[in-house]
């Protein structure tokens, strides 16, 4: 102890100023003083730390003991409890292993098939023994922090894509010429009846075509539908993807939001520097249709650098690599107490950038809300439902609310997921979610 008391004082002040450093570092160079509001409660941390470890050289031994013992009790707290929230995330991927089992003898039984249980990079390799053109989905969330000259928003253009599997074979898809989950003479129309956005159910996953949100809406309409969502988008992905392609024909936009996910979603894409440009610049534009080759080029080797990835098992690059840094910086614990409200304002300020946006285009702009399987397996929490609901009611948005309008209706909710398990939906909930949809906005 006699040691400890003797390094904390010097050692605390160099961590303090270390942590200020890093905090100076991030916010004024590598953000260029872009998210000085996001940084101010780190800088805050950091310069009490600093006083406070200058008061520890002046106070009495006894004193320094009982603080020295807090801090080593709090620390250990805080990495306990992070090494808890590990643990977690790695029990839920058992857990989902075990559920896909089940999907796999409940799928034999009822289909008498086998259930597709290969990698999408195993079912890439084989589908390219017979047509060497057809690529994977590479999600836009892949790039974050990549730091490449363009941020892609979409996958690779004209190809037949290999998508997902939870219904126990892999849906398949031709893509246009964007990279997007549409009929490619749907961009060449007079007039675009649905511009949609979101992610991984907006995208269609995990069913064929005529199945997907966009092609039910297609097909009720008779008209052309534009389909830009992508699996893994959160809302700021998906402003920057409405700036990007929208037309000047189009009529309804619809801003599809997932509850599982879109809200953390959006907590990683606003670390990203080109991503915030479409936060800070309500003129900042890449150019994407005009990038459609790079966009190709950077996603192919995308798929590549998974293939090369995949080839180190999970315990080489797990713990010792990304694991290890997030663990340290005790990331999981940080994500789960970043205050919500900060998120909500930053959803708030997306939707109403996006809402301008849609407005001078003179289109209609709608919120329509997703639940998601945990809403209707366990007690749910409706606070972030609420926060959501209010602020799209704030701006003036028409609020579409699935969960009233489908899912609650429904005498067994869970049955509109594949095999009342964890997933998207089953080919009748993306129906009864689209023909909710088209209810509520036709003319």
């Known amino acids: 102890m006699n040691y400890l008391k003797k390094i904390f004082s010097p050692s605390l002040l160099v961590i303090s100023f270390l942590l200020l450093i890093y905090t100076f570092y991030k916010s004024e160079i590598y953000w260029d003083g872009n998210k000085k509001d996001y940084y101010f409660s780190y800088y805050l941390i950091s310069l009490i730390l600093v006083f406070l470890s200058i008061i520890t050289f002046f106070i009495n031994h006894k004193v320094k003991q009982y603080l020295i013992i807090t801090v080593i009790s709090t620390v250990t707290t805080l990495y306990l409890f992070e090494a808890y929230l590990l643990f977690k995330q790695q029990n839920s991927k058992g857990q989902l292993s075990i559920n896909n089992q089940n999907k796999e003898q409940i799928y034999e039984n009822i289909t008498g098939k086998k259930f597709d249980n290969r990698t999408r990079l195993e079912i890439l390799k084989d589908f390219r023994e017979i047509n060497k053109k057809i690529q994977v989905t590479v999600s836009p969330n892949n790039y974050v922090n990549e730091n490449n000259a363009i941020f892609p928003l979409s996958g690779i253009s004209n190809s037949k894509t290999i998508f997902c599997n939870e219904n126990g074979f892999y849906t398949i898809y031709e893509s246009d010429r964007y990279g997007f989950n549409n009929p490619d003479d749907n961009w060449d129309a007079n007039e675009i009846e649905y511009f949609l956005v979101g992610d991984s159910f907006t995208h269609g996953a995990c069913v064929n075509a005529p199945n997907d949100i966009g092609s039910v809406l297609r097909n009720l309409s008779k008209k052309a539908v534009l389909n830009l969502g992508y699996s ?209 906005t036709k003319d």
């Open 232 to 440: 893994g988008n959160g809302p700021l992905i998906e402003l920057a993807t409405l700036r990007e392609y929208m037309k000047n024909n189009v009529k309804k936009v619809l801003w599809i939001y997932y509850e599982g996910n879109d809200l953390s979603g959006l907590h990683i894409e606003m670390t990203d520097k080109i991503l915030m440009k479409y936060y800070k610049d309500v003129t900042f534009t890449q150019d994407l249709k005009l990038k459609q080759k790079e966009i190709d080029n950077l996603a192919a080797s995308s798929i590549n650098r998974e293939k090369n990835e995949k080839k180190q098992s999970e315990s080489e690059r797990g713990f010792f690599g990304i694991e290890l840094i997030n663990f340290i910086k005790i990331t999981n614990l940080r994500v789960l107490i970043y205050p919500p409200p900060q998120l909500t304002a930053n959803l708030e300020k997306i939707l109403k950038i996006a809402k301008e946006l849609v407005n001078q285009n003179n289109s209609k702009l709608y919120f329509i809300y997703l639940p998601e399987y945990a809403r209707y397996k366990t007690n749910y929490d409706n606070t972030s439902y609420n926060l959501i609901k209010d602020i799209v009611n704030k701006l003036d948005i028409p609020f579409i609310d699935i969960p009233q309008e489908v899912f609650k209706k429904e005498k067994n909710p869970l049955n509109l997921f594949p095999f009342k398990m964890y997933g998207h939906y089953t080919i009748e909930g993306y129906k009864k979610v689209s023909e909710s949809i088209f209810n509520l």
